[in-house]
């Protein structure tokens, strides 16, 4: 196991990974954060270098043991065997964490819940579909309906923001969305009082997340506007634009579809190795 340091070698890395999209994005995403500052403190571990058959990336440092939010760790293989190499080298994994091992390839699942097995541990297991714009520059520039305007949301929405996630509700998710907010790309539509109608985050994989439109605000073309905007947006700063849509979303899978999304073949696999343990306390 290796934890890439040197700048040149995290550069080698990101090309090599832009020739693998897109079952690379997970890491990619990670990895061009990880080139243009690192704002969440990420690093990227392989199996050996240059040549290297896995490689994951994650938050560097200390993270609780029951905080699966800020544990977040992306996946990308060549070999699935290389991949449980990886996985099973002492110091890769805590085994006593709530964590997510993630990646839109097949083996994914298996090795993980082989590892989690071998030890003893829980998992549970979530399907996504993974769709991503071939050319965001494509779609045509949206229009704001009257009385509505870009804008940003801050600390102060936070509790807004942690109570309507559906994965939110509790300290960790709220601190976990502070961080975003502060460190990554977002989009907010605001009424003529700035008060938020409908927003996307992105994380630090450069994924668009917590997509959300208030109830009341909904069916008036706000998600579509900021999907536009978030894809334009993305392929500006360099990056893929893409995103992990739940498989029974089908309203969001069609949203995306008739701006352009393409839906990966396959599925992302998100599996939470001691879920009981992410749980406790919410």
């Known amino acids: 196991m290796i934890i890439l340091k040197c700048s040149a070698q995290l550069q080698l890395l990101e090309g090599v990974l832009r020739r693998s999209l897109p079952l690379s994005l997970p890491v990619y995403g990670a990895v ?15 199996d050996s270098w240059p040549e290297f058959g896995a490689a994951l990336a994650r938050r560097s440092g200390e993270i609780p043991a029951d905080d699966c939010y ?10 699935p065997g290389a991949l449980r190499a990886l996985l099973e080298t002492p110091g890769c994994l805590r085994s006593d964490s709530a964590f997510y091992l993630f990646g839109p390839q097949d083996a994914v699942a298996a090795v993980s819940q082989s590892v989690a097995g071998a030890k003893g541990v829980e998992v549970e297991i979530s399907d996504y ?3 991503t714009h071939p050319d965001p520059s494509t779609i045509p ?8 305007r870009l804008g940003s949301l801050t600390p ?18 709220r601190r976990y969305l502070g961080e975003v907010l502060r460190l990554f790309p977002h989009l907010c539509l605001q009424d003529e009082g700035g008060r938020p109608l409908s927003w996307v985050l992105t994380d ?18 706000h998600m579509r506007t900021l999907l536009a905007l978030a894809a334009r947006a993305a392929q500006a700063r360099g990056y893929p ?18 701006l352009g999304h393409q839906r990966l073949p396959g599925l992302c696999r998100f599996v939470l190795h001691n879920p009981s343990l992410g749980s406790a306390g919410l």
């Open 241 to 258: 634009a893409f995103g992990y849509t739940l498989v029974a979303n089908r309203p969001m899978q069609l949203l995306q579809e008739g």
């Open 204 to 221: 630090p994989f450069g994924t668009g997340t917590h997509g959300y439109t208030l109830p009341e605000h909904r069916r008036r073309g």
């Open 32 to 46: 061009l954060n990880i080139n243009r500052g690192n704002p969440a403190k990420f690093e990227v571990v392989v």
């Open 70 to 79: 800020s544990n977040m760790q992306g996946v990308f293989y060549r070999d």
């Open 129 to 131: 579909y993974v769709y």
């Open 141 to 148: 520039e949206p229009r704001l309906e009257p009385g509505v």
């Open 156 to 173: 102060q929405h936070l509790d807004l923001l942690n109570s309507t996630w559906a994965y939110g509700g509790n300290a960790r998710s």
